[in-house]
């Protein structure tokens, strides 16, 4: 009689095993929880960075000031000396990012300008590649719309995750907003599709609001009911006094505008710039020789 070989017993439970079988055919073996700190960059270039404001503010000079930013320009610039790549198709990007994130360059960072211009051609590059006219005419449970999706922001995602700092600039677009009990109000928020939004905005660390006010430029770098913004940088944008920094002043150049911008990232600038509340505003008007200045 022929003897029958037993089979060991798996150290996994069945319900696990089940899991596990995929893995096990790709050669890897189970995954195991960190047990590292995982320590934030103290490095701001380092970080993902939005900057959203009005055309010939200073976003692109501003960006420029990180160092080596190699451009990814999806809007023609001829007005200023940089790296950069005039990028016609969605094809031309891939291939000029992997080109870039694989080789031997000498470059600090990435910049995407005119991400909203490089929605529309994944918009066209994704209709060819997956065979459909629109997928706002596909009646697929929104499937053609996740593949345009994964279209723009895989690629992108390789820039976060590659050594390489990531600066994208765009421009504001006002928008109406209702609240629940009706009220309506203006925000000023980046001018940018649905899915580049929930990218650029909602995993970005930092988006920052370039402005005028006064005559002078400013970057808020924190919202408010109006203004889209926001730092996800610890023990960062701290006034000497340890308060949290509402807005930079940018000065009168690309320079000044970097200097002040660093000074705020390491705790140097002496003003928050906090707006008032109204009322306490309302106090300041009746109160004779009050000042509001900021020193």
């Not at 509402?246 to 705020?264: H, T």
Request: hydrophobic fraction near 35%; glycine fraction near 6%.
């Amino acid at each position: 009689m022929q003897k029958v070989k037993k089979l060991k017993k798996s150290n996994f439970s069945p319900a696990v095993k089940k899991k596990s079988n995929n893995v096990k055919s790709m050669g890897r073996g189970r995954r195991k929880i960190s047990t590292d700190l995982f320590i934030p960059s103290e490095n701001l270039s380092s970080s993902a960075i939005l900057i959203h404001g009005r055309e010939g503010i200073g976003k692109t000079t501003l960006i420029n000031q990180f160092g080596k930013i190699h451009y990814f320009m999806f809007e023609r610039n001829t007005s200023f000396a940089l790296y950069q790549d005039l990028i016609p198709t969605w094809e031309d990007f891939l291939d000029l990012k992997d080109d870039l994130i694989e080789g031997n360059y000498d470059r600090d960072g990435i910049s995407l300008d005119g991400p909203k211009i490089a929605y529309d051609q994944v918009m066209s590059y994704a209709c060819s590649k997956y065979g459909f006219s629109h997928p706002g005419k596909m009646n697929d449970m929104g499937d053609s719309w996740n593949k345009v999706r994964h279209e723009f922001v895989n690629p992108l995602r390789e820039i976060i995750n590659s050594r390489f700092g990531f600066l994208v600039s765009c421009h504001t677009v006002e928008k109406e907003v209702t609240k629940i009990d009706g009220f309506t109000y203006k925000m000023f928020a980046p001018d940018l599709q649905k899915a580049a939004y929930e990218l650029l905005v909602g995993e970005f660390d930092n988006v920052f609001y370039y402005f005028f006010e006064d005559g002078q430029r400013w970057l808020q770098i924190v919202p408010d009911e109006h203004i889209v913004a926001k730092n996800r940088m610890d023990g960062h944008f701290l006034t000497k006094e340890g308060e949290k920094i509402f807005k930079i002043p940018m000065g009168e150049s690309k320079e000044e505008a970097y200097k002040n911008l660093m000074r705020a990232f390491n705790n140097k600038q002496k003003n928050s710039y906090k707006p008032k509340p109204k009322k306490d505003l309302k106090k300041l008007k009746k109160t004779k020789g009050s000042s509001n200045s900021d020193e």
